[in-house]
């Protein structure tokens, strides 16, 4: 299995423009999430999803947009890159409840730029 | 208010020694689970440990243990026998929430540095 894989690994974007960050899992988990890891800090929650065609919002979700439409894929969309998007990206997947200790497992995460 | 805080920026430990790295947590559901991974110089997130509220025993997992103080709401974990490569952040996390609607809170992290 190749767990959580994550596309690109870096990319450097100007102000204003868009781009999808690509998350894939192959463990058929349910719930799927997007975190930024900014400088020194912890993780933060953008987006989250309990399923195919069910997303929600978390802690950070402005300048962001997620769509899930199965269940391995969960996309993350900048529409409009400002300065203050450059961060880590970390997409994360975990068990449906009640099957495990409901650890989430991480890609290797997206290094993001936007000058 | 911050829901999981972790007091200590940065630690240091001699090899071999052992070392708690602190974690308290807000949380008014009964239900919720605590997480600690770490995050070496790499980048990756790499799950240690995972204590549930219900459990009873404190988890341990081959040198990691977790101290869970479920009235004081403390979470810390344990490292025994420190190694080189446990240098490293470590983040202490929540789960909370209910079917549909879980959530993972992170705290800030704390650098552990093990000196040789």
């Known amino acids: 299995n190749a767990g959580v894989t994550q596309t690109p690994k870096f990319r450097i974007l100007k102000i204003g423009q868009s781009m999808t960050l690509q998350c894939t899992q192959d463990?058929?988990?349910?719930?799927m999430y997007w975190y930024r890891q900014d400088p020194g800090m912890g993780l933060k929650l953008i987006y989250y999803?309990?399923?195919?065609?069910?997303?929600d919002k978390g802690e950070v979700p402005n300048g962001y947009n997620v769509s899930r439409s199965t269940t391995e894929d969960f996309p993350l969309r900048l529409e409009l890159a400002a300065p203050s998007q450059t961060s880590v990206y970390f997409c994360?997947?975990?068990?449906?409840?009640?099957?495990?200790?409901?650890?989430?497992?991480f890609g290797p995460g997206t290094r993001l730029t936007v000058t | 208010a911050q829901k999981i805080t972790q007091t200590q920026p940065g630690m240091f430990v001699q090899e071999k020694e052992a070392v708690t790295l602190d974690c308290t947590y807000d949380?008014?559901?009964?239900?919720?689970?605590l997480f600690w991974y770490k995050q070496p110089s790499s980048g990756e997130m790499i799950f240690l440990i995972y204590?549930?509220?219900?459990?009873?025993q404190n988890a341990t997992e081959g040198r990691y243990s977790l101290n869970f103080q479920k009235a004081r709401k403390s979470a810390n974990l344990v490292i025994s026998a420190s190694q080189l490569g446990d240098s490293a952040m470590y983040f202490c996390?929540?789960?909370?929430?209910?079917?549909?609607?879980?959530?993972?809170?992170f705290g800030t992290g704390t650098r552990l540095k093990v000196l040789a």
């Open positions: 994360a997947s975990s068990y449906k409840v009640w099957e495990s200790s409901y650890e989430q497992y």
């Open positions: 463990m058929n988990h349910n719930y």
């Open positions: 999803s309990v399923g195919a065609g069910i997303t």
């Open positions: 949380t008014s559901d009964q239900s919720y689970g």
């Open positions: 204590q549930g509220s219900y459990d009873e």
């Open positions: 996390a929540m789960r909370e929430g209910t079917s549909g609607t879980y959530k993972y809170i």
